[in-house]
């Protein structure tokens, strides 16, 4: 069995103040919505575990009244940060559930395929991420004002989500991510942690996140070609 865990419960400040970026309309849909869609769409996917902020729980309810997913799905609150979310996400799974495949509610353009891939590819490795390769040259910088050195953007990769494991290899990461009372920006740093082998799934079609107001048209022509 295959759950998704999407990601929900962010506060989204690079929006700006006030301003729900998951509840925001583009392409006919609230942001959301195209993604919970994506993993109910998605034949490898058997359940749907959507982790939301606490006092949302209404909202969501609201829009599965509109939108009327296919398959099961659980609403559990966040928690402090994202990986404390991730956690609340992991223990609400079904039983019986032997892959995670972890998605951010922001990320509304991945495609059937690449989540099938990463999937697949974590069944058969134990964790693996979709990622973009790098293609713009790379400085790294100290103090934000001067460059220090050139990185080689050959040996470098874009995370994205999907991000899915075997249930008791992200448990146990993120069991001990908690236990060394670490901050992790990603599920599979958490992987890199305990040793964990993590398989690239390259993208091949755009897999944009909506972070900024700027990022927004670019995520409805994405939305509209792949409509």
Request: net charge neutral; with cysteine; proline share 5%.
């Amino acid at each position: 069995m295959t759950t998704a865990i999407i990601v929900a419960a962010g506060k989204g400040t690079r929006m700006g103040p006030n301003m729900d970026k998951l509840f925001l309309e583009i392409a006919g849909k609230p942001v959301v919505v195209h993604a919970w869609q994506r993993f109910d769409a998605a034949a490898c996917i058997d359940e749907v575990v959507l982790v939301v902020r606490d006092g949302t729980q209404s909202a969501f309810q609201e829009l599965a009244s509109r939108f009327r997913p296919g398959k099961k799905f659980h609403l559990v609150a966040g928690g402090m940060e994202r990986q404390d979310s991730v956690w609340n996400g992991i223990e609400a799974v079904s039983d019986g559930t032997e892959i995670v495949a972890i998605q951010d509610a922001a990320r509304p353009c991945t495609s059937e395929a690449l989540i099938s891939a990463t999937v697949t590819a974590a069944r058969e490795a134990g964790a693996a991420v979709a990622a973009w390769p790098v293609t713009d040259t790379i400085k790294e910088s100290e103090d934000g004002q001067w460059i220090r050195r050139t990185l080689d953007r050959s040996r470098l990769w874009a995370v994205q989500t999907p991000q899915a494991f075997r249930l008791d290899i992200i448990r146990h990461a993120l069991s001990e991510v908690r236990r060394r009372r670490l901050l992790v920006t990603d599920d599979t740093a958490a992987c890199e942690l305990i040793g964990q082998p993590v398989r690239l799934v390259a993208s091949v079609e755009p897999n944009p996140k909506v972070t900024r107001p700027e990022d927004l048209p670019y995520v409805e022509m994405v939305l509209k070609r792949h409509a």
